[in-house]
């Protein structure tokens, strides 16, 4: 079954969190599962726990995985956010997203953007 949801697109920007006039909304989720209210005001306690808690999303659930690559890497635990933005962009099931700047797009291919992001910027710090 494909969902459209809302999908925060900060987790593939990798320093700050952006944010948008409004509440965040999980499009075709249940309310609160994909912690966007809280990777919004930066409460990546709350974030992680909606996240890793809440089972009425799928452990494996793309978008749900890249919002917790976020959480991950806002809280300088790079290998686990690089570890979930791979196990997103390789789900059997890529959900199609609206992101924050309203661009819809495949859940593959915002992780495969993080992942690309992440390494450009390793590239560039080693200059």
């Known amino acids: 079954m494909k ?8 987790t593939i ?3 700050g969190c952006a944010s948008t006039p409004g509440p965040m909304v999980e499009a075709d989720y249940p309310t609160g599962s994909l912690g966007l209210a809280a990777i919004e005001r930066g409460d990546w306690t709350t974030a992680e ?6 089972r009425r999303v799928s452990t494996s ?5 890249i919002n917790l690559g976020r959480v991950y890497m806002a809280t300088g635990r790079t290998g686990e ?5 791979r196990q997103a962009l ?12 309203g661009r819809m797009a495949m859940t593959d291919e915002i992780a495969k953007e993080a992942l690309d992001r992440y390494q450009s ?3 560039t710090a080693a200059r």
């Open 13 to 15: 920007v990798l320093a």
């Open 121 to 123: 910027a390793v590239v």
């Open 90 to 101: 390789t789900a059997p099931n890529p959900v199609k997203v609206e992101t924050l700047d």
């Open 61 to 65: 659930d793309p978008a749900r995985l």
């Open 49 to 54: 726990r909606l996240l890793t808690e809440d």
């Open 3 to 10: 969902k459209t949801g809302l999908l925060l697109f900060a």
């Open 81 to 85: 956010a690089l570890a979930a933005w």
